[in-house]
């Protein structure tokens, strides 16, 4: 007697020795339990069979439950760890078929990395969320069905998780095109300073626990230039602090950038001082300019 049937396509030997082993438990009870593979056109689809003999119906219905639990936790692997790929791989060649391979590649990677972070943007869509999910309807599924194509469940049973995979891959396109413009953003900064003459031979900026920072000149001065009194304005304020910082470092034309940072909050500002000055920037983790203003809060006017 048939109790299941999966459609699947490639790799299946994995899938198969999986759902061998798990019946090992209802075949060390006497239950005699085969899988046989038939192939319909590009699909294979495996078949749970058991012998009938005097098989009562509560141990039918307990084996039929049994296979079926089986089979929906390995399906949800499949999906999860080999098919999810795939989908958002489609995503991005169907939706964004303008960018080239490259460009899809580096979208699905940053569409990877969005699935794998659970405490950001989808946090409510994480791997357990997922996982819960499709577990649950592939189990309602079949509950009503003893055949399943697994093609045609994940294309017309799943179409709220391949909706929310296509709003991953949306944002993984913001995110690449945001990458796009910092970078041509950042040669055009760099080519300002490369024409620009030096002004000074030295600056240092001091960035704090909580990402405010000061600029300096070399005897630990405050360097009183006009792009720079928007500084000792707090967070909140609706400006970029960043983008006036590399303002004024570059009308200031410094021939070296000393940045002083230890807290995380400093490390993307830091970044953006060091792909500007390319070649220019030393950095400093602690020394005795700087560790006051590290240690404490300062407004920028001492």
């Known amino acids: 007697m048939k109790i299941l049937s999966l459609g699947l396509t490639g790799a299946f030997d994995e899938f198969r020795s999986k759902l061998q082993q798990d019946c090992c438990a209802l ?18 689809f495996l078949g749970c069979n058991i012998a009938e003999g005097e098989l009562s119906f509560r141990n039918y219905e307990r084996i039929k439950n049994s296979l079926k639990d089986y089979a929906s936790q390995l399906l949800v692997d499949v999906i999860l760890n080999n098919e999810e790929k ?45 996982r819960t999910y499709i577990l649950n309807r592939i189990q309602e599924y079949l509950t009503n069905h003893h055949e399943m194509v697994l093609d045609g469940f994940v294309a017309f049973r799943l179409k709220d998780y391949r909706g929310k995979l296509a709003e991953v891959v949306d944002k993984a396109v913001d995110e690449y095109m945001m990458d796009v413009e910092y970078k041509e953003f950042i040669q055009i900064l760099r080519y300002f300073v490369e024409i620009q003459e030096v002004q000074v031979e030295e600056v240092h900026v001091i960035i704090d626990s909580e990402g405010q920072f000061i600029i300096r000149d070399s005897a630990g001065k405050v360097i009183n230039h006009q792009y720079l009194e928007a500084f000792i304005m707090k967070k909140g304020e609706e400006i970029s602090f960043e983008d006036m910082l590399i303002s004024a470092l570059i009308t200031l034309a410094p021939h ?11 490390e993307q500002l830091a970044a953006t001082i ?28 001492n």
């Open 256 to 266: 070296y950038v000393m940045v002083h940072y230890r807290a995380a909050s400093g």
């Open 86 to 130: 795939e989908l958002l791989r489609k995503i991005v060649s169907n939706n964004y078929h303008f960018f080239n391979e490259e460009e899809c590649n580096i979208i699905l990677s940053n569409a990877l990395k969005l699935l794998s972070d659970n405490s950001g943007l989808f946090g409510d869509f994480s791997y357990q969320e997922r």
């Open 27 to 44: 075949v060390q009870e006497g239950f005699r339990i085969a899988i046989d593979e038939t192939n319909r056109g590009s699909y294979t």
């Open 274 to 301: 060091k792909s500007v000055f390319e070649g220019r920037v030393i950095f400093c983790h602690g020394c005795e300019l700087c560790q006051d203003y590290l240690t404490g809060q300062f407004d920028g006017r």
